[in-house]
């Protein structure tokens, strides 16, 4: 890193102001309501979250202090105990939620069944026993790897249940993934399926767990849930059917109360380079970050229908799933498959055949809709949405509004959520009904989140540049540290500034502007640096997917002798456009017009898809090195389609 701070190049100026009918029904009522909140948060904070956390959580035993912060450590609600699986279930039965669905499950093959918070209880509490009667220990790791069903719910909360720390692995990683990630915690139980649909196709996770367990000493049994019906392996004394222990065990669970710092789970995210990161989380300062946000993020009423397409997998699953949602009594719609299985419209098709209200998705996804077109969109009539969501990485306008105006039908408002599986919880964000939104923009921080856009040394830059973006002081839902490795925690987080040992470093770069607003223009590894100007990537793809021909773009920069570094384009065009030697300079001068000629691109180059992650980010560091004509060095176990890292490669020029 140079001292130079980064040019924002983006001029998005539209401003959504709420509507008057979402307004008159929002949560927090008004902007004024939000100011006076969030400046009682930052300026109050242990009156605030003390006031929360007796609110919204249900303790068994009250806590002593708020918080306790010997930067890089927090810790919050000590001496308090509580049970989180309490906190998402009992508290609701007895109440008229009993009856309430607290799941509407969708499978992939179209088999729907719907879970009440009660039946949803006695689940949770029947696994609860299978988990204590196969040895489990507060404190013993849990590796869940599931699809998208109510049993990997259950398993979450099952394990949160008897003070067991879970470990959620995404379905689609591989043997070698989930064997790393296994070891690396040292799980003792493995809960998996024989299988989860996927875009038609049997994924056989059960075999997989098979491979993987071959080298991992720590796992004892395993759990397998019949979901498909594939043929699989099973190993006596080892392997059990979920249902065969589960259909003996009693109903009614008395859970032990923990300690709030009890370490819930831990969730692998992926370093730049290296091995994956443990991100832990614990129970109390967690489930009130979720909570909080959830209900006043998605304005939750209680005759919401809740659509979040990520997978349990990711953390956002976890925060806005599981935790957050059922903790506030909510229905959360849950769907295994592909969006385009049979066709594009599954999601269409099923918002309106659960009536589902709020929506929560992925500019990618949002993206991938656009290419295949409005056709699939336009045969459903979408009337019961009222608030949609993003999450993921910068939403650029293009999406943004195509998403407005397709999807939202002009009426919902659109939360732009920027938070991270560090932050537990959405940081910042738009209130639905309070804050005014602009297209792009995460807008402004969330309660008790204090984030600011710095220079080198940790000094705030001025409004409209860019810089880095932290978080300067602790929060409830903050990660406490990476598994087993508090070294590496303060390292990746807490030594960017060391006259500021306690500002949290997000790794992002943004702006801030007039207004106040944030603006996240990408990762800082993966800021451009043109001609001296230092340039987020997220401005130069989104200047590039505001053409009609594109789909989708990435930036990244090449090693050039006169320059410094020249700017190279991946581009994928919409269906039916011709990627030519005309469309290439077309682009060039477009974003010259968009952003100025600092930033006309040097090269562009076209493919048929990009090489993302399994939760739909660029990798850029892979289009960087070929963009360099190297051949791809670095780690590519997050990858996920091998084969267009492939198709790229035999496009080179
Ligand atoms: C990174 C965190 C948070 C759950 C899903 C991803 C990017 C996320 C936004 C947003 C701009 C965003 C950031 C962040 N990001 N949301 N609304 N606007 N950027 O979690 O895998 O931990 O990734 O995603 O770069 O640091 P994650």
Redo the contacts with the bound molecule.
């Keep these: 890193m140079t001292d130079q701070t980064i040019t924002s190049v983006s001029r998005e100026s539209r401003v959504f102001k709420p509507s008057a009918e979402f307004k008159g029904q929002a949560n927090l009522g008004s902007f004024d309501n939000y100011r006076k909140l969030y400046s009682e948060s930052v300026n109050a904070p242990e009156k605030f979250w003390s006031r929360q956390a007796k609110e919204h959580l249900v303790w068994r035993k009250p806590f002593k202090d708020v918080l306790q912060w010997k930067p890089p450590f927090a810790k919050w609600f000590t001496g308090g105990k509580l049970n989180v699986s309490e906190n998402c279930l009992d508290r609701h039965l007895g109440t008229v939620r009993e009856n309430k669905a607290a799941i509407i499950f969708e499978g992939e093959p179209g088999d729907v069944r719907t879970i009440t918070y009660k039946q949803l209880h006695f689940h949770v509490c029947r696994l609860a026993h299978v988990l204590e009667n196969s040895g489990i220990k507060p404190g013993d790791r849990i590796a869940i790897y599931m699809p998208m069903i109510p049993e990997a719910v259950v398993a979450m909360l099952a394990s949160a249940r008897v003070g067991a720390v879970h470990t959620v692995i995404f379905g689609g990683f591989s043997p070698e993934s989930l064997k790393d990630r296994i070891n690396d915690c040292k799980a003792k139980l493995v809960i998996t399926a024989d299988g989860g649909w996927r875009r038609g196709k049997v994924v056989e996770m059960k075999a997989n767990v098979d491979k993987a367990i071959v080298n991992t000493p720590t796992v004892q049994s395993v759990l397998v849930v019949k979901r498909c019906g594939n043929e699989i392996n099973m190993t006596e004394g080892r392997d059990t059917w979920y249902r065969e222990a589960w259909v003996g065990a009693p109903n009614q669970h008395s859970a032990k109360a923990f300690d709030s710092e009890h370490p819930l789970f831990i969730l692998y995210?992926s370093g730049s380079t290296g091995k994956p990161k443990g991100v832990l989380h614990t129970s109390a300062g967690y489930l009130l970050g979720a909570k909080l946000s959830s209900q006043y993020v998605f304005d939750l009423k209680e005759s919401d229908r809740y659509f979040c397409t990520?997978d349990i997998g990711?953390?956002?699953g976890h925060s806005y799933v599981v935790y957050g949602l059922l903790s506030n009594g909510s229905t959360v719609f849950l769907y295994e498959g592909a969006p385009n299985q049979p066709e594009p419209d599954r999601f269409w098709q099923m918002i309106d055949r659960h009536g589902i209200t709020i929506l929560y998705t992925a500019p990618t996804a949002i993206r991938a809709f656009m290419r295949w077109g409005d056709n699939y969109v336009l045969r459903h009539r979408l009337d019961s949405l009222r608030l949609l969501g993003?999450?993921?990485?910068?939403?650029n306008p293009e999406a943004w509004m195509w998403y407005h105006r397709l999807i939202g039908k002009k009426k919902c408002p659109i939360v732009?959520?920027?938070?991270?599986?560090?932050?537990g919880s959405i940081m910042?964000t738009p209130l639905p009904g309070v804050t005014p939104t602009k297209p792009g923009s995460?807008t402004l921080p969330f309660f008790g989140v204090c984030p600011l856009v710095v220079d080198s040394d940790g000094k705030e830059v001025p409004r409209n540049s860019g810089g880095k973006l932290v978080i300067t002081k602790p929060w409830p839902s903050m990660l406490r540290t990476l598994w087993g490795d508090d070294e590496r925690y303060q390292k990746a987080y807490y030594s960017e500034f060391p006259n500021h040992p306690e500002y949290y470093f997000?790794?992002?770069g943004a702006r801030r502007d007039k207004d106040g607003y944030f603006w996240?223009i990408?990762?800082i590894d993966d800021v451009l640096n043109v001609s001296g100007h230092r340039i987020g990537t997220?401005e130069v793809e989104s200047a590039l997917v505001s053409h009609p021909s594109v789909a989708e773009a990435a930036a990244v920069g090449r090693p050039d002798e006169l320059k410094g570094q020249a700017l190279v384009v991946f581009v994928t065009v919409k269906s039916g456009v011709e990627a030519n030697d005309g469309l290439k300079e077309i682009l060039r001068n477009h974003v010259g017009k968009e952003i100025g000629s600092l930033a006309k691109p040097d090269q562009v180059r076209f493919a048929a898809g990009l090489p993302k992650t399994r939760?739909g980010?660029i990798m850029r560091r892979l289009l960087k090195e070929l963009a360099a004509g190297g051949e791809i060095k670095g780690d590519t176990t997050t990858l996920e389609d091998f084969s267009v890292l492939a198709a790229l490669k035999q496009n080179d020029e």
């Design positions: 995210t990520a990711w953390i956002t993003s999450v993921g990485e910068p939403i732009d959520t920027w938070w991270q599986t560090e932050t910042i995460a997000t790794g992002d996240v990408g990762r997220a939760s980010k």
